[in-house]
Nanobody
Framework: QVQLVESGGGLVQAGGSLRLSCAASRSFFAINIMGWFRQAPGKQRELVASISSGGRVNYKDSVKGRFTISRDNAKNTVYLQMNSLKPDDTAVYYC???????????????WGQGTQVTVSS
């Protein structure tokens, strides 16, 4: 079964740090882009950061300089290091991956179950 399993969310004070992890199951033949979205109450889901299989990264403007996305291709894992957190960063964070399942002929997008990040002022 296809799975993206997230961990690392929690409650932190403003200015603090958290590190999110997302591990993809071994049923993937290949993983292209991996990334993180977030959704705050009453708001649309938005892209936070993404990273290609070759390491090219992309960030939402408001997190540039504070968040760092990285991946370990050998472990099929993507990370999001979040520093200098602000109350506006409070949201459910979702891991996503564009990948090809073993035995499949095309790629698809997959999502994790989400992890809550709460930043108190």
């Amino acid at each position: 079964q296809v799975q993206l399993v997230e961990s690392g969310g929690g409650l932190v004070q403003a200015g603090g740090s958290l590190r999110l992890s997302c591990a993809a199951s071994r049923s993937f033949f290949a993983i292209n882009i991996m990334g993180w979205f977030r959704q705050a109450p009453g708001k649309q889901r938005e892209l936070v950061a993404s990273i290609s299989s070759g390491g090219r990264v992309n960030y939402k403007d408001s997190v540039k300089g504070r968040f760092t996305i990285s991946r370990d291709n050998a472990k099929n894992t993507v990370y999001l290091q979040m520093n200098s957190l602000k109350p506006d960063d409070t949201a459910v964070y979702y891991c996503t991956a564009n990948a090809i399942l073993t035995g499949a002929t095309k790629d698809s997008w997959y999502w994790g179950q989400g992890t809550q990040v709460t930043v108190s002022s």
